[in-house]
């Protein structure tokens, strides 16, 4: 200002200016930090020192928010950046008695609903994203094995005469078709963002109840991240098949059983930190010889243990150029996302088209009881989603919106990808880590012979191994018919949806598995 040649008296009214607006945000951050600490102490009394950075809670206590010229302004944020650190936290100077922070390096960039520069929402998704590191982790595999053969080619006209219009799950397809997961695990790779509602529990908590839903939406979007180039179908489960999943490092375990042969149904059941999760699903498929059409049946359900739940529907799936052009596929279809209390949530999934130039797309908005629109949504499902006040449907990106915020964005793919072109997590999920084996009950998916030798590369063996299972599967119908029943899942009489109705967990502790049939052995044909 000096060298734009204002006079000393304008230099002293601006700086006075300044002052007074962060004394102002200084008290709202104070006040902010206090109800921090109010409802997150009683979770984070284990807090360690972490390699980027985080303090304890103990440090954010003796620190505090001293009123002193020379504060360390550390003590405001809950991470800092390595040259942060190596300045000893920041410690700021002054050269005159009245202090002055320099809001571009200290300060995040307010909305216009709101004057606090440390937004609550970015303190939530952070915390709950790192906890993770602070959780018993698992070493897990990065990539599959070597294939042990080289893969041949197959005729595709054969099988496709054959199978037009016939329902998938009736047709005998070559093991080149399948990936090395059965689709009890596909159930389990919808939950790779499972943080999602880790926040939206925090959220509700905190009693911001848009910010719940909003994550929620998130979350059921990014269950279709991973299907991007996924050129190969997972296997049909047989009855009684199951499927474990125990991720302490995310806070999560997963249950799923085949529950129902015709129809074919799916039952799943996770837990994780503040909510849980189930759902079954009946995948209705026809093969119209250039794509593949499913149309998923069945409702998912969140409940968060403050008694909040949102149910959803999932969108119609085609996978499209089965025999010529470059393989893709698409999810489209209208998505409601209902809760009990006070927000719904509606999503359109985009129809592909030949000039589309924006794929992916999903657009909706989050409405009250009354029909009042509170936010709008705007991504797409293989990349990230977006909320903002602005009404999402008058553009064709978050890009042209000002003032977005990020929801979810997707994981970097895995550095070891294979013509599966499977996730970094769905990698992990027919892994079986040591000791593992000894747990699982005989109907386990990582047991399964025919998968187990396609991930292995042994592509004889699993053509021959997936054959035999079908015929067995065909036993299924007739032990449906005399009265089998799921064994760790039970049908609502209500609506008809399975539900968990518990001891797997349990009897795996014990490791007694008596009762649980050798699907996978040899059998006898009556």
């Keep these: 200002m000096h060298q734009e040649g204002l006079n000393e008296n304008l230099i002293e009214d601006c700086e006075q200016i300044v002052l007074s607006e962060f004394s102002s945000y200084r008290k709202q951050l104070k006040r902010r930090y206090e109800d921090y600490l109010s409802l997150f102490g009683s979770c984070r009394h284990n807090f360690e020192e972490g390699k980027d950075g985080s303090i304890t809670q103990g440090e954010l206590t003796r620190n505090d928010f001293s009123s002193s010229r020379h504060g360390n302004f550390s003590e405001y944020s809950t991470t800092e950046s390595d040259e942060f650190e190596k300045n000893d936290g920041g410690e700021l100077?002054?050269?005159?008695?009245?202090?002055?922070?320099?809001?571009?390096?200290?300060?995040?960039?307010?909305?216009?609903?709101?004057?606090?520069?440390?937004?609550?929402?970015?303190?939530?998704?952070?915390?709950?994203?790192?906890?993770?590191?602070?959780?018993?982790?698992?070493r897990r595999r990065t990539g599959l094995p070597e294939p042990t053969e080289k893969e041949k080619g197959i005729s595709l006209w054969s099988i496709i005469k054959d199978s037009v219009g016939k329902d998938l799950t009736r047709v005998c397809l070559p093991v080149y078709f399948n990936e090395p997961l059965s689709s009890l695990q596909k159930c389990f790779e919808d939950l790779e963002y499972s943080y999602l509602l880790d926040q939206a529990y925090q959220y509700g908590k905190m009693g911001n109840s848009l910010m719940r839903i909003l994550k929620v939406a998130a979350f059921a979007v990014s269950g279709y991240a991973s299907s991007v180039a996924r050129p190969c179908?997972?296997?049909?489960?047989?009855?009684g098949e199951t499927y474990e999943a125990d991720y302490p490092d995310r806070g999560v375990r997963f249950f799923a059983e085949k529950v129902s042969h015709h129809p074919m149904l799916i039952a799943c059941h996770c837990e994780g930190k503040g909510w849980k999760f189930w759902g079954d699903s009946n995948l209705k498929s026809k093969f119209w010889g250039q794509s593949i059409q499913v149309e998923p049946v069945g409702i998912l359900t969140v409940e968060f243990d403050d008694g909040e739940i949102f149910q959803w529907n999932k969108v119609t799936t085609t996978i499209h150029n089965l025999i010529l052009g470059?393989?893709?596929?698409?999810?489209?279809?209208?998505?409601?996302?209902?809760?009990?209390?006070?927000?719904?949530?509606?999503?359109?999934?985009?129809?592909?088209?030949?000039?589309?130039?924006?794929?992916?797309?999903?657009?909706?908005?989050?409405?009250?009881?009354?029909?009042?629109?509170?936010?709008?949504?705007?991504?797409?499902?293989?990349?990230?989603m977006y909320y903002s006040n602005s009404d999402t449907f008058k553009v064709r990106s978050a890009d042209q919106l000002k003032g977005a915020s990020l929801l979810w964005e997707k994981n970097k793919p895995a550095p070891n990808p294979t013509r599966y072109n499977l996730s970094s997590f769905a990698i992990t999920l027919n892994e079986l880590t040591p000791g593992l084996q000894e747990k699982l009950p005989p109907t386990d998916s990582r047991l399964r012979p025919?998968?187990?030798?396609?991930?292995?590369?042994?592509?004889?063996?699993?053509?021959?191994?997936?054959?035999?299972?079908?015929?067995?599967?065909?036993?299924?119908t007739k032990l449906q018919d005399n009265g089998w029943k799921p064994r760790w899942f039970e049908q609502d009489m209500e609506n008809g949806t399975y539900r968990y109705k518990g001891g797997y967990w349990e009897t795996r502790e014990k490791g007694r598995w008596d009762g649980c049939l050798d699907i996978f052995g040899e059998f006898a044909e009556t």
């Design 326 to 384: 470059k393989l893709y596929c698409s999810h489209h279809g209208t998505m409601h996302i209902k809760g009990n209390r006070q927000y719904s949530c509606k999503l359109k999934f985009k129809e592909p088209s030949l000039l589309d130039r924006n794929p992916h797309l999903v657009q909706g908005f989050v409405e009250d009881n009354d029909g009042n629109k509170a936010s709008f949504l705007i991504g797409k499902w293989d990349e990230s």
């Design 93 to 138: 100077t002054y050269e005159e008695e009245t202090p002055f922070f320099d809001s571009v390096d200290y300060f995040m960039e307010s909305d216009n609903r709101s004057s606090t520069m440390l937004s609550v929402q970015e303190v939530v998704d952070t915390q709950t994203q790192d906890s993770s590191d602070r959780l018993p982790h698992i």
């Design 450 to 476: 025919d998968q187990r030798h396609l991930e292995n590369g042994e592509y004889e063996k699993a053509n021959a191994e997936k054959l035999r299972l079908e015929r067995r599967q065909r036993m299924s």
């Design 233 to 239: 179908k997972p296997f049909n489960p047989l009855l």
